[in-house]
């Protein structure tokens, strides 16, 4: 067998756009889902039970379904159903918003749910507002315990976003299928590629190991 690694060599501009396209898409979607998910887990905590079940609903949904599902549904199934057409990389956003925004829903609530129904009373004893309270003294002190795990949803969303490769995204993983169809060249593009996303994703890995040991919370 005949190896070519000079092919990587010649792609090297389109590798790394895929690669930055991998990345803005995760950064993207997650600047989007945390306020999505605050939203949600609040709604969840709500005395209203229309907003409880609205929210719910959305969670169970979003939650139990597999991602690339979604993906295909908002791409191939919208379109045909409410007439409503995305573009490729829009169809990826809400696909990977929607499905983050229900797995941070949960996280979020967890946090709130962790503070002690003594930090909320202390707050409105001094005269806040229960609207006051959440958001000066419970959502922060949540805010420390739950970035360890958005950091691990972080690093799950960024693997993920090879998915929306299905949909023609010219993100890391379609651009190295692309190239490998174009060369012949399979092992050295998926090669490649892994190569791409061990040397992005390890560094976060770390991170996310430091963000543990210093922001994880032991009762």
Do not use: C
Request: aromatic letters at 10%.
């Amino acid at each position: 067998m005949n190896f070519d690694w000079n092919v990587i060599w010649t792609h090297r501009s389109a590798l790394m756009e895929g690669a930055a396209m991998t990345v803005g898409l995760t950064v993207v979607t997650m600047l989007l889902a945390v306020p999505g998910g605050i939203l949600l887990a609040l709604m969840r905590l709500s005395n209203n039970k229309l907003l409880n079940h609205v929210s719910l609903a959305f969670v169970e949904f979003f939650r139990n379904l597999p991602l690339i599902l979604v993906i295909y549904w908002a791409f191939y199934v919208m379109p045909m159903a409410f007439d409503v057409q995305f573009s490729a990389l829009t169809t990826a956003l809400v696909a990977l918003v929607l499905n983050i925004s229900a797995y941070n829903a949960e996280t979020f609530r967890a946090g709130i749910n962790s503070i002690r129904k003594g930090q909320m009373e202390a707050a409105l004893a001094m005269g806040m507002s229960r609207r006051q309270a959440m958001f000066k003294v419970v959502i922060p002190q949540a805010g420390r315990r739950i970035l360890p795990v958005l950091a691990s949803t972080w690093i799950s969303l960024f693997k993920d976003t090879s998915l929306v490769s299905v949909i023609a995204v010219s993100e890391l993983a379609y651009t190295s299928m692309q190239i490998r169809a174009q060369t012949f060249r399979v092992l050295e593009m998926l090669t490649a590629m892994a190569a791409l996303y061990w040397l992005m994703g390890y560094p976060q890995a770390k991170l996310v190991d430091w963000i543990h040991k210093k922001y994880g919370v032991k009762e």
